[in-house]
T-cell receptor
Framework: EDQVTQSPEALRLQEGESSSLNCSYT??????LFWYRQDPGKGPEFLFT???AGEEKEKERLKATLTKKESFLHITAPKPEDSATYLC???????????FGTGTRLTVIP | DGGITQSPKYLFRKEGQNVTLSCEQN?????MYWYRQDPGQGLRLIYY???????QKGDIAEGYSVSREKKESFPLTVTSAQKNPTAFYLC??????????????FGSGTRLTVV
């Protein structure tokens, strides 16, 4: 069964304390792996798409990486405005529908 | 600016009522989706449509109905048959098949509460 699992469920960091969020996936042939940011009461905001193992993408303090079984979202020197829930989703080859993980709720303390 | 508009932002439903959530996009996307989000459960797919006048059930379609009469619009009706409708509902659209620029764009959501 296709599945996306994110860990940890929640993460509290001091401002400037770097860390990583994990997303492990089991899909029948990966078409794409997506990261989204979601603020409370709002829709998810697109961050990255990764297509193949070894691929990396960066945006400001965020860097996403992909292996054959998992993806990491690395946060370098986070700021309080990075506090949000980060969602990971995967889509299998030949499909359009995303399977979402339950998210990691990140809190960055000043 | 192009995007997806969901309305209303908040909706209250009485027991036994049907309610309709609106979703409009001006991105010229072919595919549209409805998700339900509950705390601790992530996003679950209700219905999706890849082309006008065609739609398919997702994982939790019972108690919901949709229509796709126009490319821009994909309304969701929550019927009285849905026993636990209180949730945050998200509409999304996606670009046509193909590797480049593939991804979902989400609306800002509708929070439905049963009163």
């Amino acid at each position: 069964e296709d599945q996306v699992t994110q860990s940890p469920e929640a993460l509290r960091l001091q401002e400037g304390e770097s860390s990583s969020l994990n997303c492990s996936y089991t899909v029948s042939g990966l078409r794409g792996l997506f990261w989204y940011r979601q603020d409370p009461g709002k829709g998810p905001e697109f961050l990255f798409t990764l297509y193949s193992a070894g691929e990396e993408k960066e945006k400001e303090r965020l860097k996403a990486t992909l292996t054959k079984k998992e993806s990491f979202l690395h946060i370098t020197a986070p700021k309080p405005e990075d506090s949000a829930t980060y969602l990971c989703a995967a889509v299998e080859t030949g499909a359009n529908n995303l399977f979402f993980g339950t998210g990691t709720r990140l809190t960055v303390i000043p | 600016d192009g995007g997806i508009t969901q309305s209303p932002k908040y909706l209250f439903r009485k027991e036994g009522q049907n309610v309709t959530l609106s979703c409009e996009q001006n991105l010229n996307h072919d595919a549209m989706y409805w998700y339900r989000q509950d705390p601790g459960q992530g996003l679950r797919l209700i219905y999706y449509s890849q082309i006008v006048n065609d739609f398919q059930k997702g994982d939790i379609a019972e108690g919901y109905s949709v229509s796709r009469e126009k490319k821009e619009s994909f309304p969701l009706t929550v019927t009285s048959a849905q026993k636990n409708p209180t949730a945050f509902y998200l509409c999304a659209s996606s670009t046509p098949r193909g590797r480049d620029n593939y991804g979902y764009t989400f609306g800002s959501g509708t929070r439905l509460t049963v009163v």
